[in-house]
Nanobody, 129 residues
Framework: QVQLMESGGGSVQAGGSLRLSCAAS????????MAWFRQAPGKERKGGAS????????NYVTALKDRFTITRDNAKNTLYLQMNSLQLEDTAVYYC??????????????????????WGQGTQVTVSS
């Protein structure tokens, strides 16, 4: 079992920055991939950035790669998402997700929700003009 808890959300003006954190606990050694997803009001949850815990490789959706950065502090078992130049459309609930070794899911890719088997409760990010 892996527990994930996000923090760092809040309200920010357009053009500002925020850093989200996701503290992992439990069987963290079994985690192979971690990711950040977001869900805007009335829309489906979408993946934005992922990180492979083994080698540290990162992946981003095209729309976010120039403004968002995903990192991990292995000693603290914490995943981060640095968000810069925030825009109104970045308003959403942001979720941390983890995939553990041995978890099997077919027909899904790393930015699909089904790729992950553990989720945090989410943290709200609101960007205003």
């Amino acid at each position: 079992q892996v527990q994930l808890m996000e923090s760092g959300g809040g309200s920010v003006q357009a053009g500002g920055s925020l850093r989200l954190s996701c503290a992992a606990s439990g069987d963290t050694g079994s985690v192979s991939v971690m990711a950040w997803f977001r869900q805007a009001p009335g829309k489906e949850r979408k993946g934005g950035a992922s990180l492979d815990t083994g080698g540290g490789a990162t992946n981003y959706v095209t729309a976010l790669k120039d403004r968002f950065t995903i990192t991990r502090d292995n000693a603290k078992n914490t995943l981060y998402l640095q968000m810069n130049s925030l825009q109104l459309e970045d308003t959403a609930v942001y979720y941390c997700a983890a995939r553990t070794v041995g978890y099997t899911a077919y027909g899904v890719a790393r930015f699909d929700s089904g790729f992950y088997n553990y989720w945090g409760q989410g943290t709200q990010v609101t960007v205003s003009s």
